[in-house]
Nanobody, 122 residues
Framework: QVQLVESGGGLVQPGGSLRLSCAAS????????MGWYRQAPGKQRELVAR???????IYADSVKGRFTISRDNAKNTVYLQMNSLKPEDTAVYYC????????????????WGQGTLVTVSS
């Protein structure tokens, strides 16, 4: 069974930094896109950053210059380095993988992580 496991959330003061990690487990051959979404209370889930394999990352305007997404394809892992955090960054952050090719499955899979809470508050 293929799944995404996130880590790294927590409480941080405004201006601080956090690093989120997400590892895909299972018999995976390749993943086209890995990324991060977030959902704040009372709001819809929104894209934070995504990184197609072999292509440049895409960021939401609200995080450009502050967040950096990176991938380790050999480990099927994606990271999100978050700097200069603001209270409005408070949300549950979800890891997302699309175009997943895995053993014993047909076609491409789309998978979501369980979410990790990031709280930015003094």
């Amino acid at each position: 069974q293929v799944q995404l496991v996130e880590s790294g959330g927590g409480l941080v003061q405004p201006g601080g930094s956090l690093r989120l990690s997400c590892a895909a487990s299972g018999s995976i051959f390749s993943i086209k896109v890995m990324g991060w979404y977030r959902q704040a209370p009372g709001k819809q889930r929104e894209l934070v950053a995504r990184m197609p394999s072999g292509s440049s990352p895409i960021y939401a305007d609200s995080v450009k210059g502050r967040f950096t997404i990176s991938r380790d394809n050999a480990k099927n892992t994606v990271y999100l380095q978050m700097n200069s955090l603001k209270p409005e960054d408070t949300a549950v952050y979800y890891c997302h993988a699309d175009g997943v090719v895995a053993a014993m499955t047909a076609g491409y899979l789309e998978i979501w992580g369980q979410g990790t809470l990031v709280t930015v508050s003094s």
